[in-house]
């Protein structure tokens, strides 16, 4: 009896972390720690220009290359105009490839983070960011597959010139 209820526990303990894990509460980027590296979320209001960008089963974001300044709030206007899911993560290129495997291991995880959109075919949504670093900020769509079939691009942030 001992033993069936031991297993029992186990399997409720099982099911509790799996259900945390596919509500996407797990490492590998959705620590907002990391958003330092890229920006921080913005202020819709402070905005000063807005991005379109469209992502489609070509499995390219187009455009998949934008500039912007240092401090800078964009706006993206991001449409999802193929018969899959989409999505648009920002983050550093190794936060990117962790949290992507991930994703392969969780297809169905579902995310409510500012630094990304998720997006059922033909849906729009968007995401507001400050720039706050001059670099490199990447996104991809860390759908299963999508990644590898290069499903990624960049946003160049050039540093900001003092007054």
Known sequence: MTS????ALLALALLASSSAFA?????GGHGHEADANIGKPGVATKATRT???????????TPADI???????????????????????LGTEKELKEHYEVMKKNPEMEHA???MVTLAPGKSGEIV???????????????????DAG???????TKAVAK
Request: a positive charge; aromatic letters at 8%.
């Open 4 to 7: 069936i209820r031991s297993s």
């Open 51 to 61: 991005v379109n960008v469209d992502m489609s089963d070509t499995m390219r974001f």
């Open 151 to 157: 499903m990624k691009g960049a946003v160049n942030v």
């Open 67 to 89: 500039s912007v300044k240092q401090n800078e709030t964009v706006r993206f206007l991001i449409r999802n105009s193929g018969a899959l899911k989409h999505e648009l993560v």
């Open 129 to 147: 960011w400050q720039f706050t670093k001059a670099g490199k900020v990447d996104f991809a769509c860390l759908q299963p597959g999508h990644y």
């Open 23 to 27: 509500t996407g509460d797990h490492a």
């Open 113 to 115: 983070d500012p630094n």
